[in-house]
């Protein structure tokens, strides 16, 4: 089997680290636009109003809001098949809760999907990646509240009905296992844990509404357009156990049931002993509304997307270093090398991710988020010579196409993460850089914002205008 004719490269980018113009034509602020940026390793700030002088990463961004036109002609020259982008809500509903949406934060997105279509690429929309308009924290305690629910199918009917002829890839929530991974809830709930609150019932009502949310959005979006096809999106925390004792197995498998608890969610419709297990695990409980059964059963996806960066591994050992890694980590593979952020290479572990993905859900797979952070040099001759990062996306894509053509695994597409340099959501770091297109923008928000090519942008041409039939193999060894 080969990749498909339509196979969807391209790239990903989320709003509150792309778009910017963080209070342009009526967007109301978002949990992103009060995060400071925070040096490498240390936890961003986080304080419910915006501080005076202080730096912001997400309010200017890279200014997508008002380059898009400029952006998009490069994505259009690389080749670009699809881009997966995120709305801002708050763009749409400034408050979270309003009745009427606001007209220039959709015109702002009917515009960008013009752009996008007028050059044959395929807009891939996330609903909610790591963002919340802030007021829906300070008035109802953000996704804590069932009341969420209801405005964020008003918010999705809204965006459907309006793009419906324009938008046929939707994904509902980016990375939603993260909640339980990451133990940080704000990015994907946008809460901040009070004294004496039980979190874990918290955290475990919070998903409930989110994946209560997602299925109303498939269902009221299959009604907009029978054609719309939806994907849940995981992080896949691809683990491996430390030695063959069949206790250090037992805790591979563990690590991923907080991963399979959302997909079983999204693709089988219930929850499953794993989910039961977990939440069993945990002495947790879940209030369900009357319906809530039913509705989850009806609003399953139509393909799983998910990112996946590294790999880790997991035993009983005390003794197990511990790797770095985003919104998850685990233990230090002694075979795999890290990136200057300490993350793990593993291309294998692509592979081997979606044959384990396949393997449980036997629906269409999208690789939505993939690539190397890195510190990239501009030369004297304003050049960058990024072949670290060709290396390690061509290792990547051989990967998956074993998995494609040797395993038989159905993959709709793979866009890697900011194909052009964006605020680092884990840090709100500019230097930690993905593009191909570089970015002039420090870690201080200084810069001319100004656009320019990497020696990777030539060669991620080359690899989607040969379908992924030329990534210059020889050179990289898997
Ligand atoms: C994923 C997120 O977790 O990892 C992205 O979906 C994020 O929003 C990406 O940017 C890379 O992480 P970081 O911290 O390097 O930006």
Redesign the pocket.
């Known amino acids: 089997m080969k990749l498909r004719d339509n196979f969807l490269w391209g790239g990903?980018t989320?709003a509150n680290?792309y778009e910017g113009a963080y209070l342009e034509d009526g967007k109301g602020l978002t949990i992103n636009d009060v995060e400071m940026g925070a040096e490498h390793g240390k936890a961003r700030e986080i304080h419910q109003t915006i501080q005076a002088d202080r730096y912001y990463p997400s309010h200017e961004a890279v200014d997508f809001y008002h380059r898009y036109q400029e952006d998009i002609a490069l994505f259009a020259e690389m080749g670009f098949k699809s881009l997966r982008i995120s709305l801002s809500w708050a763009r749409i509903f400034p408050n979270g809760d309003d009745l009427e949406p606001n007209e220039k934060g959709l015109d702002f997105y009917d515009r960008v999907f013009d752009e996008l279509l007028k050059y044959g690429i395929e807009p891939v929309v996330t609903l909610h990646?790591?963002e919340l308009p802030l007021q829906l924290v300070n008035k109802y305690g953000a996704w804590r509240n069932r009341k969420l629910v209801d405005l964020a199918v008003r918010y999705a009917q809204t965006v459907m009905e309006r793009y419906k002829d324009k938008v046929k890839y939707w994904i509902t929530f980016?990375?939603i296992n993260?909640l339980f991974i990451s133990k940080q809830p704000w990015?994907m709930a946008g809460i901040l844990y009070q004294e004496g609150e039980n979190k874990v019932n918290t955290m475990l009502q919070a998903a409930h509404h989110q994946l209560v949310a997602s299925a109303l959005t498939v269902i009221e979006g299959k009604k907009i357009n029978p054609d719309f096809q939806f994907g849940c999106?995981l992080?896949y925390p691809c683990t491996y156990a430390a030695t063959c004792h069949p206790k250090d197995q037992i805790k591979a498998r563990e690590k991923l049931l907080a991963t399979y608890y959302f997909g079983d969610i999204h693709i089988h419709g219930r929850y499953t002993n794993t989910c039961l297990s977990y939440i069993e695990s945990l002495n947790g409980h879940i209030e369900f509304e009357l319906g809530d059964e039913a509705i989850l059963a009806q609003g399953t996806v139509d393909y799983l997307s998910f990112?996946y960066?590294f790999s880790a591994i997991e035993g009983v050992s005390e003794e197990i270093e511990m790797a770095e890694g985003?919104?998850s980590s685990g233990g230090r593979n002694p075979f795999l090398e890290t990136t200057e952020?300490g993350?793990q290479i593993d291309p294998i572990g692509l592979r081997n991710s979606l044959n384990q993905l396949y393997d449980r859900y036997q629906i269409p797979l999208f690789i939505v988020?993939n690539?190397i952070?890195a510190l990239d040099k501009v030369q004297k001759n304003g050049t960058i010579e990024d072949d670290y990062r060709i290396q390690y996306l061509a290792q990547h894509i051989k990967a998956l196409k074993d998995a494609v053509e040797v395993d038989q695994v159905d993959l709709l597409g793979y866009t890697v993460?900011?194909p052009i340099d964006?605020?680092?959501?884990?840090?709100g770091?500019m230097r930690?850089r993905?593009g191909f297109i570089y970015v002039d923008k420090d870690d201080e928000g200084n810069g001319t914002l100004n656009r320019s090519k990497k020696k990777s942008f030539e060669w991620f041409k080359k690899v989607i205008a040969t379908n992924g039939e030329s990534v210059d193999l020889e050179e990289v060894q898997v």
């Open positions: 990903a989320a680290q990646h790591f980016n990375e993260a990015h999106m992080l990112s960066y985003n919104l952020w993350w988020e690539g952070g993460w900011g964006i605020v680092s959501a884990g840090t770091e930690k993905y």
